[in-house]
């Protein structure tokens, strides 16, 4: 990369973090693309997910999704999947975040590009949040992750959630992605000695949106939700 070239990060959510061959295929598609250094691969078990943390140009970094997208839909399916995380689809969430010489019009641009080229190559369907939403009702992922992939096809019928790529239309092998473009997110979990219902009404109490347009949390811009970790034997 040059001094002065747009440097993006792209931190897709793929819904599997059990099956080692199948993370690993993934991060092989990744790093394996062309001008595109994956920095960190994170999996858990009890949310059977993982997070890939990668950086490129913008051009590069929308192919390395591609190719991770590629990967997923041929290994995963999602009418098997089980775990504590939210999910929607095989590549749950993938955002553009702006590192060095990118404006957040950039990330923009590059969410709009592969939501678009997702759609046409694995005929999926394909929501926009952040900063690359025009939609107040369907800006945040938890707003359009509401219902999840179980109710994911009844909310397809619905006008009102047409995706803003590809045809509204239930894939069940894949489901729907969110694609966005966002600034940098700390995301860390706290251990707490407590069941998995405290532990949620910590998270209901914290969250910015609380428990409801009526009811919202304490924080601003904090995101939170409570679960048991099973193969840790301990509530976050």
Known sequence: MSANEA?????????EGTDQQVINAIAEAISGTDGCSLLDTDSSPSTNRTVYTFVGSPANVIQGALNAAAEAYRLIDMRHHKGTHPRLGSLDVCPFVPVKNASMEICVQCANDFGKLLSEKLNVPVYLYGFASSTDYRSSVP????????????????????????????????????????????????????????????????????????????????QAIGWYVEDSNIAQ
């Open 143 to 222: 707003q359009i992750r509401s219902g999840e992939y179980e109710g994911l096809k009844d909310k397809l019928e619905d006008p009102s959630w047409k995706p803003d790529f590809g045809a509204a239309e239930f894939v069940p092998k894949w489901g729907a992605t969110i694609v966005g473009a966002r600034d940098f997110l700390i995301a860390y979990n706290v251990n707490l000695l407590c069941t998995k219902e405290q532990a949620h009404r910590i998270a209901l109490n914290i969250r910015e949106s609380g428990r409801g347009p009526l009811k919202p949390g304490r924080l601003k811009k904090v």
């Open 7 to 15: 440097i993006v990060e792209c931190v897709p959510n793929f819904s």
